[in-house]
């Protein structure tokens, strides 16, 4: 099991609105594209406030590849970068890749 863990920066005054388009598009595109065991968090103790998590659960790295290949023929995800793209400060972005220890 691995996690990848999506990590972005929200603009300030815009974390919500983010939050909302991010819950929105793991419901849809995420669920259609097989990411369907996710978690969303946020910073608070520690981390800075601004910062927007998403753990996606999967079984290992070819799952996770095969869901990324899918993406890419989802239309939807372009306007959903649009929409998104004021909402995020520029170059905050970026994926972790975690093992899951039993």
Known sequence: MI???????ARFGHKQELIEELKQWWATIGREIGQSDV??????????ES????DV????MAELQSQWDRLARVTEHQDFARRTEPLLVSG?????????VD
């Open 3 to 9: 996690v990848a863990r999506w990590q972005v920066n």
């Open 92 to 100: 905050s972005t970026r994926w972790e890749i975690l093992k899951v």
């Open 39 to 48: 978690t969303i968090l946020t910073g608070s103790v520690g981390a800075a």
């Open 57 to 60: 659960r999967c079984r290992d």
């Open 51 to 54: 910062l927007v998590t998403v």
